[in-house]
């Protein structure tokens, strides 16, 4: 259960700041810290058995039969990523405070984040790989508002839309590996996954699951080519880049070719792919950094270079490659979070984050630039820092590889490269910020900002100089666990040093360093040089893209939708014609196998009027009151099939719903014309009812197949279970709250939805009433005739009582909840029709939204309250009682969730049906600000 509140806590954290957001800034930071770092705390707690090489796990079903569960392990690798996501995101709540508006909602910000740290906790802890996406995808939303959080500024929209479709479409593709992946293993369990990489890499499908993982990796994580929404991304708040990139969200993509490191790795395919995209972001990221004027946009590059870093070592292939990606992850979360934290401290206290105006900070702000200048120290990879540590070990695995044959040297020499230009845009965000001269036309006077601000800086500058100077003891059991997680079995022993005496990394790390410093001190040749070349922007080529692939969808669109709803029909018929009648080519002759039930005369003028009913409705569709009287026989006659053919359930609902499909369509008719001119010439005629007679012949023919020929049908199942496992003799009521009780809560949901989206649109809508029919006489000044209220008000309480009386019964005779409701409704909805909406009101003054709302919420909450005593969701209970008087009794659970279903209908039903009588009252609903 432990690992269960470490992932809920920050879940239900989300909700915190929302309530506290009238409180105190303060207040509110404090009050959203707590479960952060609760959860925090329940990590430390488990971390002595992760790093003794325990996996803790915990896991619940949810769907067995699809291989849903709800499941989480902490391994090292999980520990790692748990630690930086709640500790840097701890930090990130304080620094905030500080850095956002009295103008902006801390409340909401808040919110935002913690939904982020939650979805990324989930990511990290999962152990199964559906659940695991769920999470990826929301990371994706809950960044896209984060990224929006300033949603008044273009830039903000627009950086939040790329990110969010980029990382969405990868994420589409990561669903696809992970379909494929369950197909090869016939699991979703992670553990059982990464126990079958042998079984993956030898499948056929290793190439196309490898290609999906990748592109949801990439994406996420910014690598070559999808690297270009990253820096957009920066028009977020500094705190979100901070903590989203460049400890968590584009470490997401790491994590996952970290996890799926033991199934995927070790073929060709992997080492070529993933290290020469790493190689490639590398490389691309720390070219474009030294050219960028913007502080967060040098970072979101440099950013972008050190993810291509971590990736090429991961797709290096060897053991200790893996372990220097692990350790690189480690370190490049606290520099560059550090990084983002002091830019954002700069751009506050100076108003400007251009660095052609930031000069000689360090005589304004000397506690800041201090920090900074140890952090780009750490990222320019100089000795005594953590950053120093990881590239060293980075350029000792470039020397062990033989990725390309005999030009493998250029992998090494590229390295260098990368780590020349990363001194090198580290050595000008130090110079150009605090040196270089005086501040130049800044929007106010630089100034140190408040203490408490500072402390994150300090917290995670401080962990810089200490995995630097003491790696083994401050990370030394972390890293071993994390990478052991990672390689799939234990990991080398390694003794990471500061001296490892005179070798080639050292070399190569000196030559990057004073590489760097001739590449900075020779910057204006090299910005001459870039200014060669026409700088595209991003954004307005994925905009670009964006919008033709709108007009292009608009055109396709406008071909095939052009209002006409023939059209529709003859295109799904003639499909359904193709489609059916190709396949029914190839059964075999229609015999009848089973004798036929015989044909006697009720049954026959029972067909005779459904087959005139239907006729009439298409004969008289130009005239609605006919159409309606046809179609509303065909309700009645197969209401009384159902009866005849031994389904009273069905034959109570179909009744139930032809009475108040028939109010609806009387109501909306009445704004309609009356009469329609013919739309269809004789050749349009004869098409249809070619393809209408096609498509009953084809209807026909599956009908009678299946009538005469024997099935083994699963109504056996659930005949034989009703009683034992539902408690209930009516088979239809138990299927719907017990056996299938998921999808009646979906479809109450979808319908309570589609009602309040109804109500939304009629809110504001109004109608002129038609003076006369069709023919020209005027309409009965008689509004609410006499002998209607009268009769009305009469069935009322009659009707009532046999709606309570069909849901009391439901459970055990024909009836239930959802029958019950629409009796309910119609006879509500007959008084508005006696009396009016304003008389209804003044004794009846309900919140149908509420009531759907609450039918939703009992039905849900009952079926929640089955894992207060270990069962699934929605299992039911019932047993049998006796009481004097009464007698012998049934109670079970299953009536609540009836009881909801039965509110949800009457709710629905009436927030419609009320809602259009209402459009040519004087009454006007009023309109709060909540709904």
Same mark, same amino acid.
């Given at each position: 259960?432990?690992?269960?509140?470490?992932?809920?806590?920050?879940?239900?954290?989300?909700?915190?700041?929302?309530?506290?957001?009238?409180?105190?800034?303060?207040?509110?930071?404090?009050?959203?810290?707590?479960?952060?770092?609760a959860?925090?705390?329940?990590?430390?707690?488990?971390?002595?058995?992760?790093?003794?090489?325990?996996?803790?796990?915990?896991?619940?079903?949810?769907?067995?039969?699809?291989?849903?569960?709800?499941?989480?392990?902490?391994?090292?690798?999980?520990l790692?990523?748990?630690?930086?996501?709640l500790?840097?995101?701890?930090?990130?709540?304080?620094?905030?405070?500080?850095?956002?508006?009295?103008?902006?909602?801390?409340?909401?910000?808040?919110?935002?984040?913690?939904?982020?740290?939650a979805?990324?906790?989930?990511?990290?802890?999962?152990?199964?790989?559906?659940q695991?996406?769920?999470?990826?995808?929301?990371?994706?939303?809950?960044?896209?508002?984060?990224?929006?959080?300033?949603?008044?500024?273009?830039?903000?929209r627009?950086?939040?839309?790329?990110?969010?479709?980029?990382?969405?479409?990868?994420?589409?593709?990561?669903?696809?590996?992970?379909?494929?992946?369950?197909?090869?293993?016939?699991?979703?369990?992670?553990?059982?996954?990464?126990?079958?990489?042998?079984?993956?890499?030898?499948?056929?499908?290793?190439?196309?699951?490898?290609?999906?993982?990748?592109?949801?990796?990439?994406?996420?994580?910014?690598?070559f080519?999808?690297?270009?929404?990253?820096?957009?991304?920066?028009?977020a708040?500094?705190p979100?880049?901070?903590?989203?990139?460049?400890?968590?969200?584009v470490?997401?993509?790491?994590?996952?070719?970290?996890?799926?490191?033991?199934?995927?790795?070790?073929?060709?395919?992997?080492?070529?792919?993933?290290?020469?995209t790493?190689?490639?972001?590398?490389?691309?990221?720390?070219?474009?950094?030294?050219?960028?004027?913007?502080?967060?946009?040098?970072?979101?590059?440099?950013t972008?270079?050190?993810?291509?870093l971590?990736?090429?070592?991961?797709?290096?292939?060897?053991?200790?490659?893996?372990?220097?990606?692990?350790?690189?992850i480690?370190?490049?979360?606290?520099?560059?979070?550090?990084?983002?934290?002091?830019?954002?401290?700069i751009?506050?206290?100076?108003?400007?984050?251009?660095? #052609?105006?930031?000069?000689?900070?360090?005589?304004?702000?000397?506690?800041?630039?201090?920090?900074?200048?140890?952090?780009?120290?750490s990222?320019?990879?100089?000795?005594?820092?953590?950053?120093?540590?990881?590239?060293?070990?980075?350029?000792?695995?470039?020397?062990?590889?033989?990725?390309?044959?005999?030009?493998?040297?250029?992998?090494?020499?590229?390295?260098?490269?990368?780590?020349?230009?990363?001194?090198?845009?580290?050595?000008?965000?130090?110079?150009d910020?605090?040196?270089?001269?005086?501040?130049?036309?800044?929007?106010k006077?630089?100034h140190?900002?408040?203490?408490?601000?500072?402390?994150?800086?300090?917290?995670?500058?401080?962990?810089?100089?200490?995995?630097?100077?003491?790696?083994?003891?401050?990370v030394?059991?972390?890293?071993?666990?994390?990478?052991?997680?990672?390689?799939?079995?234990?990991?080398p022993?390694?003794?990471?040093?500061?001296?490892?005496?005179?070798?080639?990394?050292?070399?190569?790390?000196?030559?990057?360093v004073?590489?760097?410093?001739?590449?900075?001190?020779?910057?204006?040749?090299?910005? #001459?040089?870039?200014?060669?070349?026409?700088?595209?922007?991003?954004?307005?080529t994925?905009?670009?893209?964006?919008?033709?692939?709108?007009?292009?969808?608009?055109?396709?669109?406008?071909?095939?939708?052009?209002?006409?709803?023939?059209?529709?029909?003859?295109c799904?018929?003639?499909?359904?014609?193709?489609?059916?009648?190709?396949?029914?080519?190839?059964?075999?002759?229609?015999?009848?196998?089973?004798?036929?039930?015989?044909?006697?005369?009720?049954?026959?003028?029972?067909?005779?009027?459904?087959?005139?009913?239907?006729?009439?409705?298409?004969?008289?569709?130009?005239?609605?009151?006919?159409?309606?009287?046809?179609?509303?026989?065909v309700?009645?006659?197969?209401?009384?099939?159902?009866?005849?053919?031994?389904?009273?359930?069905?034959?109570?609902?179909?009744?139930s719903v032809?009475?108040?499909?028939?109010?609806?369509?009387?109501?909306?008719?009445?704004?309609?014309?009356?009469?329609?001119?013919?739309?269809?010439?004789?050749?349009?005629?004869?098409?249809?009812?070619?393809?209408?007679?096609?498509?009953?012949?084809?209807?026909?023919?599956?009908?009678?197949?299946?009538?005469?020929?024997?099935?083994s049908?699963?109504?056996?199942?659930?005949?034989?279970?009703?009683?034992?496992?539902?408690?209930?003799?009516?088979?239809?009521?138990?299927?719907?709250?017990?056996?299938?009780?998921?999808?009646?809560?979906?479809?109450?949901?979808?319908?309570?939805?589609?009602?309040?989206?109804?109500?939304?649109?009629?809110?504001?809508?109004?109608?002129?009433?038609?003076?006369?029919?069709?023919?020209?006489?005027?309409?009965?000044?008689?509004?609410y005739?006499?002998?209607?209220?009268?009769?009305?008000?009469?069935?009322?309480?009659?009707?009532?009582?046999?709606?309570?009386?069909?849901?009391?019964?439901?459970?055990?005779?024909?009836?239930?909840?959802?029958?019950?409701?629409?009796?309910?409704?119609?006879?509500?909805?007959?008084?508005?029709?006696?009396?009016?909406?304003?008389?209804?009101?003044?004794?009846?003054?309900?919140?149908?939204?509420?009531?759907?709302?609450?039918?939703?919420?009992?039905a849900?909450?009952?079926?929640?309250?089955?894992?207060?005593?270990? #069962?699934?969701?929605?299992?039911?209970?019932?047993?049998?009682?006796?009481?004097?008087?009464?007698?012998?009794?049934?109670?079970?659970?299953?009536?609540?969730f009836?009881?909801?279903?039965?509110?949800?209908?009457?709710?629905a039903?009436?927030?419609?049906?009320?809602?259009?009588?209402?459009?040519?009252t004087?009454?006007?609903?009023?309109?709060?600000?909540?709904?």
């Amino acid at each position: 259960m432990t690992l269960l509140w470490i992932s809920l806590l920050p879940i239900l954290g989300a909700m915190v700041p929302l309530m506290a957001g009238r409180q105190s800034r303060i207040q509110c930071a404090w009050l959203t810290a707590i479960a952060p770092a609760a959860a925090l705390i329940l990590v430390l707690q488990q971390a002595p058995a992760v790093l003794k090489g325990e996996v803790l796990r915990y896991s619940t079903e949810w769907i067995p039969q699809l291989g849903l569960e709800l499941a989480f392990r902490l391994d090292g690798l999980t520990l790692l990523f748990c630690l930086l996501i709640l500790g840097i995101g701890l930090l990130i709540i304080l620094y905030a405070r500080y850095y956002l508006s009295e103008k902006d909602s801390m409340g909401r910000f808040y919110s935002f984040l913690m939904l982020f740290m939650a979805a990324m906790l989930g990511i990290v802890m999962s152990n199964n790989l559906l659940q695991l996406w769920v999470f990826w995808e929301l990371t994706s939303l809950s960044s896209f508002l984060l990224i929006s959080f300033w949603w008044q500024k273009t830039e903000g929209r627009k950086g939040a839309r790329m990110a969010l479709t980029v990382t969405g479409a990868g994420g589409l593709c990561l669903l696809a590996g992970i379909l494929m992946v369950q197909q090869v293993v016939g699991t979703l369990n992670v553990d059982e996954v990464l126990a079958s990489g042998d079984q993956i890499r030898q499948h056929p499908w290793y190439t196309a699951i490898l290609i999906m993982f990748l592109l949801g990796a990439f994406t996420k994580s910014a690598q070559f080519p999808f690297q270009f929404w990253l820096p957009h991304a920066m028009a977020a708040p500094t705190p979100v880049s901070a903590y989203l990139h460049s400890a968590t969200m584009v470490k997401a993509g790491i994590f996952l070719l970290a996890r799926m490191y033991p199934v995927l790795a070790g073929t060709d395919l992997w080492f070529f792919i993933v290290s020469l995209t790493g190689l490639a972001t590398l490389l691309l990221g720390a070219y474009f950094a030294l050219f960028k004027h913007d502080l967060k946009g040098l970072l979101a590059f440099s950013t972008i270079s050190h993810l291509g870093l971590i990736t090429m070592l991961l797709g290096l292939g060897s053991q200790m490659a893996a372990v220097a990606a692990v350790f690189h992850i480690i370190n490049h979360a606290t520099f560059k979070a550090s990084l983002f934290m002091a830019a954002g401290i700069i751009d506050h206290e100076s108003g400007s984050r251009d660095m #052609r105006k930031l000069n000689g900070l360090i005589r304004y702000m000397p506690h800041t630039a201090i920090l900074a200048m140890i952090a780009a120290a750490s990222m320019a990879g100089i000795p005594l820092l953590n950053g120093f540590l990881s590239k060293e070990m980075f350029f000792a695995e470039t020397l062990h590889q033989d990725l390309l044959g005999s030009l493998s040297w250029v992998i090494p020499a590229l390295a260098t490269v990368a780590g020349i230009l990363s001194v090198a845009y580290s050595l000008r965000f130090i110079h150009d910020v605090f040196f270089n001269g005086e501040p130049i036309d800044l929007p106010k006077v630089p100034h140190e900002p408040p203490r408490y601000m500072k402390i994150p800086v300090e917290i995670l500058v401080a962990l810089c100089l200490a995995v630097g100077i003491v790696p083994n003891l401050v990370v030394g059991d972390l890293l071993y666990a994390a990478s052991s997680a990672v390689i799939g079995q234990m990991a080398p022993n390694v003794d990471i040093a500061i001296w490892h005496g005179l070798n080639l990394p050292l070399l190569m790390s000196i030559t990057a360093v004073l590489g760097g410093v001739i590449v900075y001190s020779q910057r204006k040749r090299m910005f #001459r040089f870039q200014g060669q070349f026409q700088d595209r922007d991003a954004k307005l080529t994925f905009e670009y893209i964006i919008q033709s692939m709108v007009e292009g969808g608009k055109r396709i669109v406008l071909f095939i939708d052009n209002g006409s709803l023939q059209r529709y029909l003859l295109c799904l018929l003639t499909a359904i014609i193709v489609i059916g009648g190709y396949a029914m080519l190839n059964l075999q002759p229609l015999k009848t196998t089973r004798e036929p039930i015989p044909l006697d005369a009720i049954t026959l003028v029972g067909a005779f009027i459904l087959c005139c009913g239907g006729l009439a409705t298409a004969f008289w569709h130009h005239k609605r009151l006919r159409s309606l009287l046809g179609l509303s026989v065909v309700g009645l006659v197969v209401s009384i099939a159902f009866a005849r053919f031994s389904a009273p359930d069905l034959a109570l609902t179909q009744l139930s719903v032809e009475v108040v499909t028939i109010i609806l369509l009387m109501l909306a008719l009445f704004f309609l014309p009356q009469r329609t001119p013919k739309e269809s010439t004789p050749s349009r005629i004869i098409r249809d009812l070619s393809v209408s007679g096609a498509i009953g012949g084809i209807i026909a023919t599956i009908t009678y197949a299946i009538l005469t020929r024997p099935v083994s049908s699963i109504s056996d199942f659930f005949l034989a279970n009703s009683k034992i496992g539902g408690g209930g003799t009516n088979v239809v009521n138990v299927i719907l709250v017990d056996f299938r009780g998921f999808d009646t809560l979906g479809e109450i949901t979808v319908l309570g939805i589609a009602a309040i989206g109804i109500y939304k649109l009629l809110l504001r809508l109004r109608l002129s009433m038609p003076a006369s029919d069709v023919i020209g006489r005027s309409w009965s000044p008689e509004r609410y005739p006499m002998i209607l209220a009268t009769v009305s008000q009469s069935l009322l309480p009659l009707a009532l009582l046999v709606s309570v009386y069909i849901f009391l019964r439901g459970h055990n005779e024909p009836g239930g909840g959802f029958i019950a409701g629409l009796v309910t409704s119609v006879a509500v909805i007959l008084q508005y029709m006696a009396h009016g909406v304003d008389w209804i009101k003044t004794r009846l003054n309900l919140d149908y939204q509420r009531v759907v709302a609450s039918g939703v919420l009992i039905a849900t909450l009952t079926g929640l309250g089955s894992w207060l005593f270990g #069962r699934p969701f929605l299992t039911s209970w019932f047993d049998h009682f006796h009481l004097p008087l009464i007698g012998d009794f049934e109670l079970a659970s299953a009536m609540l969730f009836d009881l909801g279903v039965y509110l949800a209908v009457v709710g629905a039903t009436l927030l419609i049906l009320a809602n259009l009588g209402k459009m040519t009252t004087s009454y006007r609903p009023l309109h709060k600000e909540q709904d």
